[in-house]
């Protein structure tokens, strides 16, 4: 019995764990219906680098729009910059366009400019425009600065031309702070643990995060990049400088927001010399496609973690079935049949093994009580049994250690996908998110793990467990307290961890449940299998 108890406070406590970790998250990084209000989204900027200079409240500035088939950019003379940007292409939770810049943002954005060493804020003003361009102008101690920024017919790409005039008859030196977008999460932790940027530098990419810290003072990363990014779970924003550049700056206020700039070469205009510098920037899906016609490298921004390789190749699969099926939630289940046939001679030897460990359980349970004193001739003697029986007591782990890199790829895989956003499947809305059968009552709303809603995927999925560990256990009357125990409390575990994740990621969990239960079910009672039993 002291075994027995000490497993249930094990398996007590490890629910307790998960209870609390999930109400600690919900706490420490709430979710939030949208991006945090404008006046969230300034940052603060080392002091080696300009803070973005103040502009008059009182001027009534003006806005301006570039519109193609797949982005809608509003440009504003307040900082000739982005402070608004919507893709046509995707929504929100609420059905809306799905902005990455809020309209309305307030600086810097996306190509805001500031000068080092501080200066005197600049007065744009909207010199001619088109349906794919609008040019702003200032000047700057008799230099005549002009922003260009473009809209590209058909793709999710903008430009931007920065023209230097140096109209003095003195030399002057320039040097500025130019910004990428910013991102913020909109679902608390799990977000803000994809929120990063990639810099490119010599053909190898280097990584920040924002998970569990922040960048007040900023980041600098020196080195003249291919390209940097801003990237989020499903959205990035990908800034390609036309020119050597100094290096990049990483900020970030919170857990869950980050800012992206590169800082320029200092520029040398000599009187009456123009110098000319361009930057390109993707604003858009994390798709791989969209991505790599931007440029051919921008493979490597959507990274599957330790497990690429592996991810890669179900993100293919997956790809594959979507394309034979146009469905998502078809797609997973059919990839999860492939994955499980696949793995069937290893799953095959594993019920086999588990079979055999069932029938020699009277004798291990008597030699258990026989040696209960004495666990090393205990052990010594169950392994004895085993050699005897021919019985590897591993072969049952086999397939479930093979899994575990299967299933960390395609945690990630569906976890980050943009293609999964939004995708129905049956009751579900959003494949990307927890299935949200039922929302519960306000009354009844936050209770630890279960939240506002009631997800039945995890449910069924824990209720298939369950029959599959009674199948694989046999249902004997040898089985001991220990093991019933865990038959039913292990389900329960994975219904608790399984429960707010993404309902495509149960989906494929859930189907292979039941898979494996149909095995167990029918391939166990084969001939053939009971032949091989036999030998």
Same mark, same amino acid.
């Given at each position: ?5 000490? +497993? ?42 300009? %803070? ?13 729009? #570039?519109? =193609? ?70 000047? #700057? ?31 002057? $030196? #320039? ?21 990063? %940027? ?21 980041? +600098? ?6 390209w940097l990014t801003t990237r989020g779970r499903y959205f990035s924003f990908i800034m390609k400088p036309g020119q050597p550049v100094q290096s990049v700056l990483v900020e970030s206020e919170t857990r869950n927001d980050l800012l992206t700039s590169v800082i320029s ?31 051919? %490298?921008?493979? *490597? ?29 078809? *797609? ?14 290893? $799953? ?43 019985? =590897? ?49 306000p009354a009844m709303r936050g209770l630890p793990v279960i939240g506002a809603s009631v997800n039945i995927l995890p449910i069924l999925m824990a209720i298939a467990m369950v029959f599959q560990q009674k199948l694989s256990q046999g249902g004997g009357k040898q089985l ?30 859930? $189907? =292979? %449940?039941?898979?494996?239960? +149909? ?17």
């Amino acid at each position: 019995m002291n075994s027995e108890k000490r +497993l249930m406070a094990a398996v007590s406590l490890s629910v307790l764990i998960i209870i609390a970790y999930q109400v600690y998250m919900k706490q420490y990084n709430p979710q939030s219906a949208g991006p945090p209000p404008p006046s969230v989204q300034k940052t603060v900027s080392p002091t080696t680098v300009q %803070t973005v200079p103040e502009i008059d409240s009182n001027r009534t500035f003006i806005a301006k729009e #570039l519109v =193609n088939e797949r982005v809608c950019v509003y440009l504003t003379d307040d900082g000739a910059r982005v402070n608004g940007l919507s893709l046509s292409d995707y929504s929100d939770k609420n059905g809306l366009p799905q902005f990455l810049i809020r309209q309305g943002a307030k600086l810097p954005s996306l190509f805001s400019i500031s000068f080092l060493p501080a200066r005197a804020g600049l007065s744009w003003h909207i010199e001619r425009e088109d349906s794919q361009h609008v040019v702003f102008k200032a000047f #700057l101690d008799g230099i005549s600065i002009t922003k260009i920024i473009s809209l590209s017919q058909h793709t999710n790409q903008l430009d931007v031309v920065l023209i230097f005039n140096n109209r003095t008859n003195n030399t002057a $030196t #320039l040097q500025y702070q130019i910004y990428n977008g910013s991102l913020s999460a909109q679902s608390g932790h799990v977000d803000s643990r994809y929120i990063g %940027t990639d810099i490119c530098l010599a053909n190898k990419v280097v990584r920040r995060g924002i998970s569990g810290k922040t960048l007040k003072g900023g980041e +600098l990363v020196y080195g003249n990049p291919a390209w940097l990014t801003t990237r989020g779970r499903y959205f990035s924003f990908i800034m390609k400088p036309g020119q050597p550049v100094q290096s990049v700056l990483v900020e970030s206020e919170t857990r869950n927001d980050l800012l992206t700039s590169v800082i320029s070469n200092p520029i040398v205009l000599m009187p009456n010399n123009i110098v000319e510098q361009r930057f390109a920037v993707y604003a858009g899906p994390n798709d791989i496609n969209k991505m790599l016609l931007f440029d051919p %490298t921008a493979h *490597a921004v959507i990274n599957y973690g330790f497990f690429h390789g592996i991810g890669k190749i179900l993100f293919d699969g997956l790809k594959i079935m979507y394309n034979l099926t146009h469905n998502y939630g078809v *797609a997973i289940i059919l990839l999860s049949l492939l994955i499980s046939i696949i793995m069937f001679p290893l $799953t095959r030897k594993s019920l086999q093994s588990m079979k055999e460990m069932q029938k020699i359980q009277p004798e291990t349970e008597l030699i258990r009580k026989q040696f209960s004193d004495n666990p090393q001739k205990m052990n010594k003697e169950i392994m004895e049994l085993y050699k005897r029986h021919k019985i =590897n007591p591993l072969g049952g782990c086999l397939p479930m250690f093979l899994q575990i890199p299967i299933f960390f790829s395609l945690y990630q895989v569906l976890l980050r996908s943009v293609e999964l956003k939004g995708s129905a499947f049956l009751w579900i809305r959003d494949l990307a998110e927890p299935d949200a059968a039922f929302q519960l009552p306000p009354a009844m709303r936050g209770l630890p793990v279960i939240g506002a809603s009631v997800n039945i995927l995890p449910i069924l999925m824990a209720i298939a467990m369950v029959f599959q560990q009674k199948l694989s256990q046999g249902g004997g009357k040898q089985l001991s307290e220990q093991q019933r125990i865990m038959a039913l409390i292990m389900p329960v575990m994975f219904g608790m961890i399984f429960y707010n994740m993404p309902s495509g990621l149960v989906l494929y969990w859930f $189907t =292979n %449940t039941v898979f494996m239960l +149909l095995l167990q079910e029918v391939v166990l009672k084969l001939p053939a299998f009971s032949r091989a039993q036999s030998l």
